[in-house]
């Protein structure tokens, strides 16, 4: 079955980075885009990145585009998430989530596996 | 960037009883919207996609309908395990994908 397992997360002082994986197995992962969503605390859901199935495209959302960096390595089915330059803003739970496109588009965008998510405290 | 917005907040009703969350987008997304289920402390579970269709697993009473820019997912008798929140989350226009602001239903 479909699984996805994130790690990384911690608690950090602003300004720091960090580095989350979400380790994949179950389904062949070099055909799925992947992408990670946040939750902060007592908030909904926010779309972080998404990379394609090949690792070739990239999208972010704004307030992370050039602190944040999405990759992914197809032969160990791992998906990562750098983040750097982290603000208290950023504090949230994050997940890791399956697309639900193939490889015919850069990403379809609904999220039909998700991870049970990293918890990333940044507090001073 | 479209916004999707979601009423009511709150819906409190009782087992058995049907549920109608709304989803609004600020422009229209087509068909392209999806509706997730988050329980508390879990991972948010994909219910519809492309605004009517059931993801794999998904029981026969949650249903979705609409298109443009007003959505609807209805739970047609309420069990106990759907209390939860839901949220909306559309694919026309990206990046960035947006979610909405979630509807909890919780027990009357």
């Given at each position: 079955q479909v699984q996805l397992v994130e790690s990384g997360g911690g608690v950090v002082q602003p300004g720091t980075s960090l580095r989350l994986s979400c380790a994949a197995s179950g389904?062949?992962?070099?055909k799925y885009a992947m992408h990670w969503v946040r939750e902060a605390p007592g908030k909904g859901l926010e779309w972080v990145a998404v990379i394609s199935y090949d690792g070739n495209n990239k999208f972010y959302t704004d307030s992370v585009k050039g602190r944040f960096s999405i990759s992914r390595d197809n032969s160990k089915s791992t998906l990562w998430l750098q983040m750097n330059?982290?603000?208290?803003?950023?504090t949230a739970v994050y997940y890791c989530g399956r697309d639900q496109?193939?490889?015919?588009?850069?990403?379809?965008?609904?999220?039909d596996f998700w991870g049970r998510g990293t918890v990333v405290t940044v507090s001073s | 960037e479209i916004v999707l917005t979601q009423s009511p907040a709150t819906l409190s009703l009782s087992p058995g009883e049907r549920a109608t969350l709304s989803c609004r987008a600020?422009?229209?997304?087509?068909?392209y919207l999806a509706w997730y289920q988050q329980k508390p402390g879990q991972a948010p579970r994909l219910?519809?996609?492309?605004?009517s269709n059931r993801a794999?697993?998904?029981?026969?009473r949650f249903s979705g309908s609409g298109s443009g820019t007003d959505f609807t997912l209805t739970i047609s008798s309420l069990e106990p395990e759907d209390f939860a929140v839901y949220y909306c989350q559309q694919r026309?226009?990206?990046?960035?994908?947006t979610f909405g602001p979630g509807t909890k239903v919780d027990i009357k």
């Amino acid at each position: 079955q479909v699984q996805l397992v994130e790690s990384g997360g911690g608690v950090v002082q602003p300004g720091t980075s960090l580095r989350l994986s979400c380790a994949a197995s179950g389904f062949t992962f070099s055909k799925y885009a992947m992408h990670w969503v946040r939750e902060a605390p007592g908030k909904g859901l926010e779309w972080v990145a998404v990379i394609s199935y090949d690792g070739n495209n990239k999208f972010y959302t704004d307030s992370v585009k050039g602190r944040f960096s999405i990759s992914r390595d197809n032969s160990k089915s791992t998906l990562w998430l750098q983040m750097n330059s982290l603000r208290a803003e950023d504090t949230a739970v994050y997940y890791c989530g399956r697309d639900q496109g193939g490889i015919t588009e850069i990403a379809r965008g609904a999220l039909d596996f998700w991870g049970r998510g990293t918890v990333v405290t940044v507090s001073s | 960037e479209i916004v999707l917005t979601q009423s009511p907040a709150t819906l409190s009703l009782s087992p058995g009883e049907r549920a109608t969350l709304s989803c609004r987008a600020s422009q229209s997304v087509n068909n392209y919207l999806a509706w997730y289920q988050q329980k508390p402390g879990q991972a948010p579970r994909l219910l519809i996609y492309d605004a009517s269709n059931r993801a794999t697993g998904i029981p026969a009473r949650f249903s979705g309908s609409g298109s443009g820019t007003d959505f609807t997912l209805t739970i047609s008798s309420l069990e106990p395990e759907d209390f939860a929140v839901y949220y909306c989350q559309q694919r026309k226009s990206w990046p960035p994908f947006t979610f909405g602001p979630g509807t909890k239903v919780d027990i009357k």
